[in-house]
């Protein structure tokens, strides 16, 4: 997903950002709608969630088009397999941690180049990740990987000017999630979210918009939570 601070849309919107993963089409299409809100033109790009290096190589293949890029969002999140501990095969260890670390880590290395001083990556992390969650062990812990990469490029990143921080929602009404959960589940999950519902997809663009925008300048090695307070109380 790319967008441009300075308006227009499509190919010919030059690009001032560059949102890539496997976004979920219901969370591509309200972190676009989100980031319009802002005053950034936006278009969602779906990418294929099995073959993650293929989606770095077409941040790279877009070099002459994206001359200058502010904004690198890596949005990979393989959900969708749950397993407890006797459960986990290394099939599914390998599907979620190539999706979450391996996409992230070589989408961003790939975009790295087209970025320039003052830019801002934003990776996605997730509530799980800084909580226990029943049989979602693997997942979380992609997540707190994705965490402590923020923490880590911080430091990477000294001398360049470019920020690196991580947006990390909660239950989200996607698609994705309305057909992988149950509807006592997805009941229960309302529950305990403190703010009592889910969240909006376009709520995490605003917060994506943020960490993108001059006013987050002294921000980096952080975690925004967008999560209704779930993994906060």
């Known amino acids: 997903m790319g ?17 890539g993963g496997a976004l979920r089409p219901a969370l591509g299409d309200g972190l676009a709608a989100g980031v319009e809100t802002q005053g950034v033109g936006a278009v969602g790009v779906q990418v294929d969630e099995q073959r993650v290096l293929p989606a ?5 293949g877009d070099r002459d088009r994206q001359r200058d890029v502010d904004t690198d969002h890596a949005d990979f999140d393989g959900v969708g397999q749950f397993a407890s501990l006797g459960q986990i095969t290394e099939e599914h260890y390998d599907y979620i941690f190539d999706i979450n670390l391996k996409g992230t880590l070589f989408t961003v290395q790939k975009a790295l180049p087209l970025m320039k001083n003052g830019g801002s990556i934003i990776l996605t992390g997730s509530a799980v990740g800084s909580m226990g969650t029943p049989a979602m062990s693997i997942y979380s812990a992609s997540k707190a990987a994705v965490r402590n990469l923020v923490r880590s490029w911080a430091h990477d990143l000294r001398g360049t000017g470019i920020r690196v921080n ?12 309305m057909e992988l959960l149950p509807s006592d589940v997805l009941s229960e999950m309302n529950r305990t979210v403190p703010l009592e519902r889910l969240g909006d997809p376009k709520e995490t663009a605003g ?23 779930y993994a906060q109380v």
């Open 56 to 60: 770095a190589e077409a941040v790279e």
């Open 166 to 177: 991580v947006m990390s929602p909660g239950p989200i009404k996607t698609d994705k999630l």
């Open 207 to 229: 917060a994506v918009a943020f960490l993108a925008s001059d006013d987050s300048s002294f921000m980096t090695g952080s975690e925004v939570f967008v999560d209704g307070g």
């Open 3 to 19: 967008f441009s601070r300075a308006g227009g849309s499509g190919e010919e919107a030059e690009l001032g950002g560059f949102l």
